[in-house]
């Protein structure tokens, strides 16, 4: 498991350390930082993915597009490097990433495993020295596997291209390749801890099973034209109906469907990004979406989660006050935007206990409902 995640000279970081759980909440103020931190993952992901004997870090890719090297290097530090620093499982790894400034890809100018520091190298794989042992491989599968959701996915389609299912393993940053994920793994066993009971324990079934939490009466067809080689996927709501085009269905189900199916298409130890898994919920839908959150990383799949739900959170907190995720599985991590008129640290850690209970909550961390109700009452400020 990625026990820690550590950046220099990224983006808006000029150092950040940041602890990670097998669940890690990341929340904050707009342009604070948050997606930074799982694009700093993504682009490990996708160089991997995409270049395996690549000595250059791929700024743009299926995962994402970030540019050229001035804009992923932080603009104050005046320097044409960044680096990245992963702990996994009692691993230390480190990388120097550097370039010519209008480069759309950047120079691997070290590469260090547990110390093991390799400068300028001329031969990498999965941008790590090659023959380091089981743990480098370990870490490179899973980094490879990573499955990155955004929070502008597809809008509702009324057919869905078939993928080939050698090349398309994950639902993509859009949700993009959901439906052939599904259609393609509907036979697929789903991890132990998440099978709903009631249901059989594949993955089409357990994914109609999970949705149906989320939207009572919820139910799925796949359908295959095999002459267009496409997938149109029919939804509805109610038992009392037949299958709707999804278009006819609102937005929610089809960008919460994406969430769902990578959710229940990894395998344990894999990992998932998600940001903003309550879109288009309503506040109920959103504390689900946290217990899912949570049930996902207790089944041994590792989430990290950028979200601006107090909802979401909250779900969160039920679980481990429940029982289903242990307190010291949460790691809770607050961003604040960058400035020069305070010393207030870019990022603040609430610790959540056994009870749900968090111990701190800084200015702005989920405090707008206690300033507004203030406000009506008469006695807060505008």
């Not at 000595?55 to 743009?60: I, K, V």
Request: charged share 25%; proline share 5%.
């Amino acid at each position: 498991m990625l026990t820690q995640l550590e950046v220099r000279f990224f983006k808006c970081f000029e150092l950040l350390r940041l602890p990670l759980g097998p669940l890690t909440l990341l929340t904050g103020l707009n342009a604070s930082g948050k997606s930074s931190v799982l694009q700093a993952l993504v682009l490990l992901h996708q160089t991997m993915r995409e270049h395996e004997w690549s000595t250059r870090l791929a700024l743009n890719g299926a995962g994402v597009r970030l540019g050229a090297t001035l804009d992923v290097v932080d603009e104050e530090s005046g320097r044409d490097s960044f680096e990245i620093l992963l702990e996994d499982d009692g691993n230390a790894y480190e990388w120097v990433f550097g370039g010519d400034r209008r480069d759309m890809s950047m120079q691997v100018q070290r590469a260090s495993v547990n110390g093991r520091t390799v400068e300028q190298p001329r031969e990498l794989r999965y941008l790590l020295p090659p023959d380091e042992g089981e743990s480098v491989e370990s870490l490179a599968r899973r980094l490879q596997g990573l499955a990155y959701i955004t929070a502008e996915r597809i809008a509702p389609q009324e057919a869905h291209v078939l993928e080939d299912s050698y090349t398309v393993s994950v639902v993509g940053p859009r949700g993009e390749h959901t439906v052939s994920v599904l259609h393609w793994g509907r036979d697929e066993p789903v991890l132990d801890g998440l099978v709903l009971p009631g249901v059989p324990s594949v993955r089409l079934r357990q994914v109609e099973e999970r949705m149906r939490t989320l939207f009572p009466g919820f139910a799925l067809e796949l359908r295959q034209a095999l002459q267009a080689n496409t997938v149109l996927l029919g939804l509805r709501t109610s038992e009392a109906t037949g299958f709707h085009n999804p278009i006819h269905t609102g937005f929610g189900l089809t960008q919460v469907l994406p969430v769902v199916v990578s959710a229940l298409t990894l395998a344990e130890d894999g990992i998932l990004l998600v940001e903003n898994p309550e879109v288009h919920l309503h506040p109920g839908g959103q504390a689900q979406m946290g217990q899912f959150m949570a049930e996902v990383a207790s089944a041994g799949v590792q989430v990290l989660v950028e979200t601006h739900s107090d909802h979401v959170l909250n779900g969160v907190r039920r679980a481990v006050k429940a029982g289903r995720l242990d307190a010291d599985q949460v790691a809770i991590h607050f961003f604040r935007p960058r400035s020069d008129e305070d010393d207030q640290a870019q990022v603040v850690s609430p610790v959540l206990d056994g009870s749900g209970n968090i111990d701190d909550w800084p200015e702005g961390f989920f405090d707008q409902f206690d300033k507004d109700t203030s406000y009506f009452a008469g006695w807060g400020e505008d």
